[in-house]
């Protein structure tokens, strides 16, 4: 298991940057691939933040390598860590509704977002992930660090074909 | 176990499965909402700008729950279902089939709904068959790992009640060992609380030292004893503190000898006398015992000691007291040998003198006077002997002559020797000798005599007007003769029969001064029948009567296989003693009052007399001239008795023989052997009485050594003691016989002396028949014809003729004698 930070530095530095505005998330250009609404303080589409491949990538990418209970063998998942994102997006707020294109929807304690913790991949093992393939995004945690990530809880919040995520107060 | 318990731990902490009946019901779910775009599409149909996205989006996800129940192992179980595997088959070859259409354009899409719309109502079954079996196979699968989980907990359980019940018994048995072990630590201090008890209060001193000698205890005794605080002792070397300097090189050497080869002396010896010294430099006598002792600092000493200082002079003093006490006895006897010396010589002359006086010519208050005198000092005299004898017996020097005696006669003779004294008390005394065919006997008749005289006077003098009866009997089956003296006198109180035999026991004193005595008689007695090997009891009846019992071993004759020999004549006790012809006699003794009444009793009896003062001028004088007798002194100056009459007969010729008889105050058995090995013939026991010289004087004259000079008139013709003493000895048949044949040889014998004179034939045949007929009228007491034979004898011998007259008178004085035999009354 591995986590190198692709472009860390400049989140950040773009994250202050949208800190003062409120409105300093990059517009998208391709697919919207999240939605997140709710109390966030950065916008790029009315009230929510919207996210096609490239913003993501631009949050930096982290890879896990860890085995899941729904695929067969060690993976490799690449993507951005929730707590990048909710950085990027400026969130304020206690747990995070996320919702799946099949209806599916559960809610994640704003405490999981850490250094380390569960990311939003869109790689795996390599390859971009279509609707058929859980994608195009999965809430991966690195299941196989920790026992703690190995729990019925945490399996429900692993949400994959991730559409859109409400950040509650 | 532990792996297995937790591996079930782990499967359980960590979920292998997020909700899989809903995953599994999702398929169901999904496939209705494709169901549900397609109809949205063709109701729809051309008036949404693209109605089919929603169809493909549900196609998706639909796909994608596919492929979940296609590959994840959650769902393996379910995959293991053969109708459930089926209809996941024909699941997949819808989607498959339907892949083409979905990804192909819109317009193909929609012209396809119909078709999809179709086959999407088919395959609802086959979800439902998977969700249903997936459902059953699950709860299956739940159900085994819940009773998995449940047997894993069980046997936990029935683990952790074994661990628990162990760590009972272990925590039991630890309690039971500190338990132990704490009574264990409650004992031990008990016993050292008790030993430094022992040890501090022991009267000894107690050391205790390593093998260097150095001292690890010291206690209070110890401290007391040496004079050293213990604080002071510790720690340094014991033969430095406490052994003297001349015993510290053999104490050093003795604990090298140890420490090499092992070998103890005084180790583990007991109790050892030795000398210590104290502080101040005293050495006392300590008794020491030391044992050794393994510890774990090595092996260790441990010395007893006991000051006996106190104890060693208390024997120092003891020892003292008893040689004391031993000089003391020895001087006593001395002193007690010296007086009856000393006190017998002046009450001989007293005695003697006393028997000089002729009491005819005196008044009879005179008389009386003297019979007074006389009396006193026997008594005196008989004290004097008692307590003679009783330092004799006790020193030892009483020594037991072993001859062959007659125990008829001797009783007897005792009887008549105290019939007189008994008579003056008005008592009657009797005798009984039960002795069969065994009369003579083996022992010492002095002794004998002296115990029974003894009984028989106190017999006496204890009763008044009444028998005396002395018995003696042989018992039977037991070489030993007892005597009784019985008498009804006053006899003894109960309470005093066990100290009659002590000495100085004198029960009524008023009374015993009535009868005079020293309290010493039973306590020689006593000691006598010891001597001899008897034994003495008493028995009496207070106011009834006395029974004295002596039981003597004495062996008879004839069991020693030997001849009886004839009674010795007990010169000393001989009633009567005729004069027998004048003698020439010396008497040798330096005590001028001996001499005098000893030569005044001879003179008057008509004997010549000459003196000697001491051992050498008696010595002299037989050389000088010669006599017929010597009375010789024993304790003399110059020359002793015993010296002189050596060298009397070593200056004798060959075939003579002169009579030397010893004068002395007591004469113990070995004292005879001495006086009769220096050639002494006979012991006259002074103090001197007129009786006992002239039966001494009788014997002599009798003898065949010397030529006496017959008298012609001799008055005696018969000894009546002899023929008493004869008849007791014999036997009154046996007596009478005896006379009869005497009577008739003797007869004979005369008459062939007498016609051998008148025929003149003097020779050896005269000479035999005179000697022979001399030797029988002896035995008869036949004094004057024996006198008369011997003399004819005597003269044949010297060669001097013979008066022919001898023959007649020889007849005359036979018939004399013949007619006092025949009227004799035994």
Known sequence: MGFYSLAKPLTLAAAILAAGTATALEPTEGEVLLTVTGEIGATNS???????????????????????????????????????????????????????????????????????????????????????????????????????????????????????????? | MGQQVSREIDELATANSDNTQWSLAQADVELLGLVDAINDALVTDGLEPNPVGEVRRRFDILYSRFNILQSSPLFSIVRQDPSAMAALSRLEAFLEDMVPLIDAEDAQLRAGLPMLSARAEQIRADVRTVTIQGVAALARQSDEQRSGVASTLSFVSRITFALFFFMVVLLALLAHFVLRE??????????????????????????????????????????????????????????????????????????????????????????????????????????????????????????YIRDISHRVAAERELIEARDEAVAGEKAKADLIAVMSHEMRTPLNGMLGTLDLLDVRDRSPKEREYLDIIRASGRQLLYHVDTVLDMSRIESGKIALNKEPFSLDALVRELIESQRIVAEHRGNALACRVMIGDQNT??????????????????????????????????????????????????????????????????????????????????????????????????????????LFRVRIPLESVTAMGLPPSPPESTVEYSTDAAVVAPMKILIVEDNRINRIVLRDLLEQDGHTVD???????GVEKVDKASYDIVFMDISMPVLDGVEATRAIRLAEGRGTRL?????????????????????????????????????????????PHWSAIATPNSTILLDDTQLKELNSALGRSKFSDLLASFCNEMAESVEAVASFIER?????????????????????GALALHGELVAVEDAIHRGVHNDITTGSRLRSIWSDTESALSSIKI
């Not at chain 1, 991966?140 to 019925?152: L, M, R």
């Not at chain 2, 003769?481 to 029969?497: N, W």
Request: net charge negative; aromatic share 6%.
């Open chain 1, 46 to 169: 009315g009230q929510a933040a919207e996210f096609d491949l490239p913003l993501l990538e631009t949050l930096g990418t982290v890879v896990i390598e860890t085995s899941t209970i729904w695929t067969d063998g060690l993976q490799t998942f690449e993507g951005v860590e929730l707590v990048d994102l909710l950085d990027a997006i400026m969130a304020e707020g206690s747990s995070l509704r996320a919702i799946a294109h099949n209806d599916y929807a559960v809610d994640i304690p704003i405490a999981d977002a850490i250094e380390g913790g569960p990311i939003i991949a869109f790689l795996r093992n390599g390859e971009l992930m279509g609707l058929r393939d859980k994608g195009p995004l999965w809430l991966i945690y690195p299941f196989d660090s920790s026992p703690e990530y190995q729990s019925e809880t945490i399996y429900s919040r692993s949400i994959w074909q991730l559409d859109r995520i409400e950040v509650l107060p």
């Open chain 2, 182 to 303: 704490r009574t264990r630590a409650y004992q031990e201090g008990q016993t050292r609380a008790r030993l430094g008890t022992i040890i501090s209060t022991s009267l000894d001193a107690i050391i205790v030292a390593d093998d260097q000698g150095r001292i690890l205890e010291f206690n209070s005794a110890a401290e007391n004893i040496f004079g050293y605080a213990r604080e002071e002792a510790l720690g340094n070397p014991m033969d430095d503190l406490i052994v003297p300097d001349h015993h510290r090189a053999a104490h050093a050497d003795g604990m090298r000898r140890y420490l090499s080869t092992g070998e103890k002396r005084v180790i583990d010896k007991g109790r050892v006398r030795l000398e210590a010294r104290n502080k101040l430099g005293r050495v006392f006598p300590v008794e020491l015992s030391i044992s050794s002792a393994e510890t774990r600092d090595g092996e260790v000493f441990i010395s």
């Open chain 2, 441 to 546: 006997v083996v022992g010492d008749p002095i002794r004998i005599r002296q115990v029974l005289l003894n009984l028989l006077g106190n017999a006496i003098k204890f009763t008044r007007n009444g028998t005396i009866l002395v018995e003696a009997e042989r018992l039977d089956g037991l070489e030993a003769v007892e005597f009784r003296v019985i008498d009804d006198g006053i006899g003894i109180d109960g309470s005093d029969l066990e100290r009659i035999f002590e000495d100085f026991v004198t029960l009524d004193t008023s009374y015993t001064r009535a009868v005079g005595g020293t309290g010493l008689g039973l306590g020689i007695v006593r000691r006598l029948v010891k001597a001899m090997d008897g034994e003495i009891c008493v028995e009496s009846v207070k106011g009834k009567g006395s």
């Open chain 2, 611 to 617: 003196e000697a003062h001491n051992g050498q001028q």
């Open chain 2, 659 to 703: 009579p030397i008889v010893a004068l002395t105050a007591h004469a113990a058995d070995s004292d005879k052997e001495r006086f009769r090995a220096a050639g002494l013939d006979d012991i006259l026991v002074k103090p001197i009485s007129r009786r006992g010289l002239r039966s001494m004087l009788a014997r002599f004259s009798r003898g």
């Open chain 2, 760 to 780: 003149g034939e003097i020779g050896p045949e005269l000479a035999n028949e005179a000697h022979h007929a001399a030797g029988s009228a002896a035995m008869f």
